[in-house]
Structures are given as structure tokens and as C-alpha cells.
């Protein structure tokens, strides 16, 4: 593994020839991207094109084999002692995932668990909250998200818009400095995207740093700061929406942005 | 049936039914002739019967068969959860280690265990523990060996029982675990067993009862256990017969009672859960 020289302060993210395979198959080819503290970045492109691999390398659900990937002050995947790097010990990671949420393309709620126990999973099983402490905090939230009348409903008698919902209060309960949105309207029917859009638009308002794989171009034009089109596991163009969707330079981009449509 | 108020009639239908009767008036015939043939042989003293039944002797058995049935059953749980979380990690040497374990006591006869582990003291006569120096002959009773091989042997099967349960379980699940922060021992515990369990029960429902049933088996190293006991009182007084029927009473009514435990443990299990144990529409056969 190479090194370069340490974070951006204002640079939550960091990647820098990030190189990512699964056996022979090389899915990314050396990515540089950077997300900085409150930025809604959205990172598009084709199916295959490795941006939930990338996204994942993030939290470290993937692990990378080359380049660099830094999180705030860390290398993910490593952890320092002296001026070395070693591979990080699991309790390192656990923890460093506490600080970042994670919503799925299948919302992955706790299916044995009601809508509030949810939320508060993370704050009552990781961060040792009592339970009067993490539920007061868990309405708090579900109210955030519409939901607090559904608190006591298990997943299966919720939606899929209303699960996501759920799953996003689960994501930010524990105030994390960064959140992924790995596709997370594509399971959805068409009539419960907006719900679940609508409350990522709130948590842009709210200057919540992110990064979101999706194919919701137009809400990516919308509220995003920046969006990088993937193709091929390179990032082919970065910039601002404008740049872009609606000024696209590259010939894969338009191509991709035409079919969608 | 008369579907309401539109005067429309839907006439049942008599073939079935009278199938079905036919086919009740011969399990009953079946079942009669062979109540007969072993009853009105009159060879049976059923008075016999009646006296074993709740015998101190017969008694201490069941106690017997209860304790190996459930130190083998929760030991084998422990066991079989540490060898199922192994063999699904990624590390090959734990992998290796439990999947060896599991080839091995499953692929022997829990007969052949349970006789090797009472002929221990054959081929190692003493074990020093901390400069403690004891003859295996001490150690190892007709209990502990029963217990030994009955609950090394179980906790292979449980191994897979849970392991199957384990795997049954989204990845996304796990996933989510590890999201939120959890450790990846954390996870497996906290998230992905407890919704392994509603998979892991009926089969491990299944296991505790073949396990009540093979507690038989260590009558053979002088275990007194149900059939220990029993066959020991048929082999002084000649009641061969009846004291094969006295344990066999005592297995169904065991079964029973672990069976009807299982049962209203998966209703439990099923509590939340919209979708789990609702009845599919079927066709009317009544």
C-alpha cells in the first residue's frame, strides 16, 4: 500500500488512487475524489461502473488493495502507532464506523426490532446509552422523519418509504460526522421516492456531510454540491451539477445522462 | 354454503368425504387389530406395568435421562455456537479447526464414542493436572462418559443446526451491525443469532429429541438411565416386555412434553413478524 501525505483539514474524505479488486476483476482503477465538511456530494454513473464498492471502502464494509483513503485524521483500514501504519484491530474500526451512518439500498433494518428500537440501537448497543436516554433521543428523530406515531411498528408493517425513513433516523442517531446513501431510493415504488427524498433534502439544509450513490439525477442537480460521474472505476468527471449534468464535457457522461432520462 | 344474499348456492361436494371416512374406519380397524393381537395375547402383565411405572428405581432413570438429555443439550448449544461462528468466519484456521471437529464427531457413531470415551483409562491410564497425578478410571464414570461423548457428539450436529440458521440470515443484516459500530463477534451475537433462532429452533427441536431418545444408547457402559434401569429390573425379574413398555412410556411422554415445548416456543419466536406462521389458503378437504 501507498502513502501520501495526511488529511485536509476541511477534507472528510480523501481518495487517492484508490485501487479496489475482486480477484482478477478490477473494479476501481485508481479513484481521486475528495468530499469536504458539509458537502452533499453525489456520485452517479452506470450499473458495474464500482460506486457502491466505492462507497463501502468508505465504512469499511470493502477493503481496498492500492492508494490511499483517508477518513477526518485516519487511514482507513490502518491504524498509527509511532509513525507507522498497521492494520486496524477490529475495535478500531467498529468504532470508527460509529462515526460515520450508512443507509442501504435495502433499508437492512432489524427486522425482530419495533421502528424506535431501531433508531436506537446503535446509541443503547454500541454507545452504551440507558434506555430512557437513547428512546427520548430516538422520538426526537422519528418525529424528525414523520414517523413518530409508527415508533412501536416492526419493519414488516411499515413501507419501504417509511422503512428508509427509519433506516436514515438509524444512520444519523448517533451524530455522525459523515453519512452514505448507498442507492437508497432504488427499492422503492416510484410513489414513495419522494419521502424519502424529501427528508435528505432536510439533512442537506442542515449541513450534513454526505455522499450519495444514486440514480436520482435530477435531486442530485437539485441539492448536491458536487457530482462525480463514475464509468469503468474511474471518476470520468467531477464538478458542480451545473458542470456536470448540464454541461457535461465528457462523451460517456451525456451518453449516461441521455439513457436515464 | 350460501353466499350472502345473491341466491347463489355452491353445493358441496359428498366424494371427499365420504373418502375420508373410509379412510379413518380402516386406520381404526389397523389399529384395533394390532391392540388386540398385543393386549388380548394376555401375556402381558399390565399390574407389572403399573408398579414399575413410577418405581423409585424407574424414577431415578428419568432424573438420569433428564440431566444427560439437558447438560448435553446446553452444553451443546455453547459448543455448537462457538464451532458455528468459527466455521463461518473468514479465518482459515478456525474454519479449518471446526469443520475438522465436525467431520469427525459426526462422522462417528455416538455409540462408538461413548464406549471409547468409558475405555479411556485403556490407553491412558492418568492425567497429572497441575502435579495432581489421577487414574482416568476415577474420573471417568459411566456419567461423565456418558455426558462426554453425548455432548461432543451433539454439539457437531448443533454446529450445523446453527450454522444454518446463522447463514439463513441477510447479510445486509450484518451489515447494518457493523454500520451502526458493532464489533463483528458484537454483531453476530446481538443481531444475526437472535433472528437465527427462529431457523435454529425447529431443527435444533428436532436434535434435543433424538438426543432424549439416544441417552438410551449409554445403557450399554452401565449408565442407569431409563433403559439402564428398566433393562436392569427385566434382566432379575423376567419382565422383559413390560419393562420395555414402561420406558417406552416414559420416551413418549419426554417427546411430549419437549415437543409441545417447542411448539409454543416458535409461536413466540413468530411474535412481530406479520408474515411468520400465518396459514396459507388451502383447498377445503374437510
Known amino acids: ?261 | 354454503m350460501n353466499t350472502a344474499n345473491t341466491g347463489l348456492r355452491i353445493h358441496r361436494r359428498l366424494a371427499p368425504r365420504l373418502a375420508n371416512a373410509a379412510l379413518a374406519a380402516l386406520a381404526l380397524i389397523v389399529v384395533l387389530g394390532m391392540a388386540e393381537i398385543v393386549i388380548g395375547s394376555g401375556r402381558i402383565r399390565w399390574n407389572v406395568i403399573v408398579e414399575y411405572l413410577f418405581a423409585p428405581a424407574v424414577l431415578n432413570g428419568v432424573a438420569m435421562t433428564l440431566m444427560l438429555t439437558l447438560v448435553s443439550l446446553l452444553g451443546s448449544m455453547v459448543l455448537g455456537t462457538i464451532l458455528a461462528a468459527m466455521r463461518i468466519s473468514h479465518n482459515r484456521v478456525l474454519e479449518t479447526i471446526a469443520s475438522a471437529y465436525v467431520w469427525f464427531f459426526r462422522g462417528t457413531p455416538v455409540l462408538v464414542q461413548v464406549v471409547f470415551w468409558f475405555n479411556l483409562g485403556l490407553f491412558l491410564p492418568q492425567v497429572t493436572i497441575g502435579g495432581l497425578s489421577l487414574p482416568i478410571n476415577s474420573l471417568v464414570t459411566p456419567t461423565t462418559a456418558a455426558l462426554l461423548g453425548l455432548l461432543l457428539n451433539v454439539s457437531a450436529f448443533m454446529c450445523e443446526v446453527i450454522r444454518g440458521g446463522l447463514i439463513a440470515v441477510d447479510n445486509g443484516q450484518t451489515e447494518a451491525a457493523l454500520s451502526i459500530g458493532m464489533t463483528p463477534t458484537r454483531a453476530l451475537l446481538r443481531i444475526v443469532l437472535p433472528q437465527a433462532v427462529r431457523v435454529i429452533v425447529p431443527a435444533a427441536g428436532n436434535l434435543a429429541i433424538d438426543l432424549l431418545k439416544a441417552t438410551s444408547l449409554v445403557y450399554v457402559i452401565g449408565t442407569r438411565e431409563i433403559l439402564g434401569t428398566t433393562q436392569s429390573i427385566a434382566s432379575q425379574t423376567f419382565y422383559v416386555i413390560e419393562m420395555l413398555i414402561v420406558a417406552s412410556l416414559w420416551y413418549l411422554f419426554l417427546v411430549s412434553i419437549a415437543s409441545f415445548g417447542q411448539s409454543r416456543l416458535e409461536t413466540y419466536l413468530a411474535r412481530g413478524l406479520s408474515t411468520a406462521g400465518r396459514e396459507l389458503p388451502r383447498p377445503n378437504l374437510g
Open chain 1, 1 to 261: 500500500m501507498t502513502f501520501v501525505q495526511e488529511n485536509h483539514q476541511d477534507d472528510i474524505v480523501r481518495m487517492k488512487g484508490l485501487t479496489k479488486a475482486f480477484g482478477s476483476h478490477l473494479v476501481l482503477k485508481g479513484i481521486d475524489l475528495t468530499v469536504r465538511r458539509g458537502e452533499a456530494s453525489f456520485i452517479i454513473g452506470p450499473s458495474g461502473s464500482g460506486k457502491s464498492t466505492l462507497l463501502r471502502c468508505v465504512n469499511s464494509l470493502e477493503t481496498y488493495n492500492d492508494g490511499a483513503l483517508w477518513v477526518e485524521d485516519y487511514l482507513v483500514g490502518a491504524e498509527k502507532r509511532g509513525d507507522a501504519w498497521y492494520e486496524a484491530r477490529p475495535r478500531v474500526t467498529a468504532a470508527r464506523r460509529a462515526r460515520i451512518g450508512m443507509v442501504f439500498q435495502r433499508f437492512n433494518l432489524f427486522p425482530n426490532m419495533t421502528a424506535l428500537d431501531n433508531v436506537t440501537s446503535g446509541l443503547r448497543m454500541v454507545l452504551g446509552q440507558g434506555r430512557r436516554e437513547a428512546e427520548d433521543r430516538g422520538r426526537e428523530l422519528l418525529d424528525r422523519v414523520g414517523l413518530l406515531d409508527r415508533a412501536g411498528a416492526y419493519p414488516a408493517q411499515l413501507s419501504g418509504g417509511q422503512q428508509q425513513r427509519v433506516a436514515i433516523a438509524r444512520a444519523i442517531a448517533a451524530r455522525p460526522s459523515l453519512i452514505l446513501f448507498d442507492e437508497p431510493t432504488s427499492a422503492l415504488d416510484p410513489e414513495l421516492v419522494g419521502e424519502v427524498l424529501a427528508v435528505m433534502r432536510d439533512l442537506v439544509r442542515e449541513g450534513m456531510t454526505m455522499m450519495v450513490v444514486t440514480h436520482e439525477i435530477q435531486f442530485a442537480e437539485e441539492v448536491g454540491d458536487t457530482v462525480h460521474f463514475i464509468d469503468g472505476g474511474r471518476v470520468a468527471e467531477s464538478g458542480t451539477p451545473a458542470d456536470v449534468i448540464r454541461a457535461s464535457r465528457h462523451a460517456r457522461t451525456s451518453e449516461f445522462l441521455a439513457r436515464i432520462r
